[in-house]
């Protein structure tokens, strides 16, 4: 396991590791060995449940771009977003598509990420407006796709509205914080894009751009040290 986990990453060793990490995966299948002789190493190895290693296939086979492989494994897991998404950039757009509204569908369904990704999905804003809603306002990836949308169209008002609500909810996006910035600076409110990028740098110092925005707000507030 430990030897699949270092050689993921090289290029040269990518195709031995898929098929070390598959081998532990059709272990759990392997009856020879008796349940109770397994449960007696069950603690003292630290053997990972099979989930965890179809997800860490899954996440290696997305790496090299085998999408269908990946959404097989994820699927089979539960992982539905996951799965869903491999799906689409398999290039199979309408069965992916199907899949999420099949699974948005179902009653007593509380995934509101599954409405955002149909939202990319179809390009469509209205599944984010969706996913706010039904979540009482505590999707924190609804507002942030209704601010980016909003940013866009232009309506930097509404904009800045969402992203701050999504920020609310979850603050660790460097990325969502950096195109706040960008709204208030195209609103002219150089003190709120002030507090947007410092917070962006926060998260992440090396964003070069953020570092430039920032002191340019300076320069419009006169600022000068």
């Not at 699974?103 to 390009?123: D, H, S, T, V, W």
């Not at 169209?153 to 990325?175: H, M, Q, R, T, W």
């Not at 990028?197 to 040290?225: E, P, R, T």
Request: net charge positive; glycine share 6%; charged share 25%.
């Amino acid at each position: 396991m430990f030897r699949s986990r270092n050689e993921a990453d090289r290029t040269k060793t990518a195709e031995k590791c898929m098929k070390q990490l598959q081998a532990l995966i059709d272990q759990f299948r392997d009856q020879d060995v008796p349940t109770l002789e397994k449960i007696d190493y069950a603690f003292c190895t630290q053997y990972p449940m099979s989930w965890g290693i179809k997800k860490e296939l899954a996440d290696l086979y997305k790496k090299i771009g085998i999408f269908m492989s990946a959404h097989e494994l994820l699927e089979s897991v539960g992982l539905h977003e996951e799965s869903i998404k491999c799906l689409f950039m398999a290039g199979r757009q309408a069965p992916a598509i199907k899949m999420a509204e099949e699974l948005a569908a179902k009653p007593g369904f509380r995934n509101y990420n599954i409405f955002c990704l149909m939202g990319e999905m179809k390009c469509d804003h209205t599944f984010y407006q969706r996913a706010w809603d039904e979540s009482d306002g505590k999707c924190s990836r609804a507002a942030r796709s209704l601010g980016r949308y909003y940013f866009f169209v232009p309506d930097y008002a509404k904009s800045i509205e969402f992203f701050e609500k999504g920020l609310k909810i979850n603050k660790l996006y460097p990325d969502t914080w950096f195109t706040l910035g960008c709204a208030y600076m195209k609103s002219e409110d150089y003190k709120g894009a002030s507090y947007a990028f410092g917070s962006c740098l926060q998260i992440d110092n090396k964003l070069q751009d953020a570092w430039a925005n920032l002191a340019n707000c300076y320069l419009a507030q006169k600022k000068h040290f």
